[in-house]
């Protein structure tokens, strides 16, 4: 939502608007079904942003969180930051960031959609510290006993207004579905190189988590380390007499994948919307 430049909470030297973002609402499953990363459900918890909150609060209250539009991949856009974050803290339902808007016309060009409500809100971020259940039970919200990562901890980068929210419980009003596959296929012509070494680290994550594939899922082209990649999906398999999940967790190859995986994912996007 906004909060107009006459409201006694949201005076802006500019005139502009206050642009309210809420993103990540804790305790709310949602599921990522992706090219890239597979098929599970995903949620974050209260206290997952405290410390990244912290971390990136200036002396002046604001935040140095950057505020992007479509996390910067907008076509028209860009990466222009939309305005710097006044306050960012961690509510009781989500984290909470208000944003007076910079006076461009690229802010005024998403001003009537902001305030009519039809976007979401997204984040992109690190995962520092998660959990795994890779065999629930069926449930309510889970019918079909998908995987379930519950994120302890993040370092937040981005977070800001899109088009396409995965998760309807997350708000930009003055995170995508397609996210991560978005940023990966814009990616693909832009920066192949960095697009393969994602696309493979993506491949380790799935087999770490025992993750189902999509069954429209592309093709990953061969790298030069394409034999450690077979070695990591091999000693992450689970076979009727081998070792569990957790235990092939613990291999060095497949530890080695999920350090690779975390140090790449700082450069993608989870998405949700409200």
Known sequence: MTRDDDSPESPTENGMPVMDVRFSPFNEWYE???????????????GAFKATINAQRQADGSSSVKVLFNHGMDFTIGDKVLGKASELREGSQSPEMLVPLF???????????????VYGSS????????????????????????PERTILE?????????????????????RSGGGTDAVLERMQDRDPGRYGDLSRSFEAFRSLNQLR????????????????????????????????RRQ???SPAVQAAARRYAELLTSLARTSGE
């Open 32 to 46: 990522i079904n992706s090219y890239y990363e597979g098929q599970f459900l995903e949620r974050t918890v209260p």
């Open 213 to 244: 594939d999509r069954k429209d899922a592309p093709s990953i082209a061969p790298s030069p380390d394409d034999s450690s990649r077979r070695q990591v999906a091999s000693v992450a398999a689970p076979s009727p007499d081998g070792p569990s």
């Open 154 to 174: 993040v370092r937040l980068l981005e977070a800001g207004p899109v088009t396409w929210p995965a998760n309807p419980a997350a708000t930009a009003g003055l």
């Open 123 to 146: 984040f992109m971020f690190e995962v520092i510290r998660d959990s795994w259940d890779h065999e629930p039970a069926r449930s309510t919200h889970n019918p079909e006993g998908l």
């Open 103 to 117: 006076d461009t016309s690229y802010t005024r060009d998403l001003m009537d959609g902001l305030r009519a409500g």
């Open 248 to 250: 092939a967790g613990r």
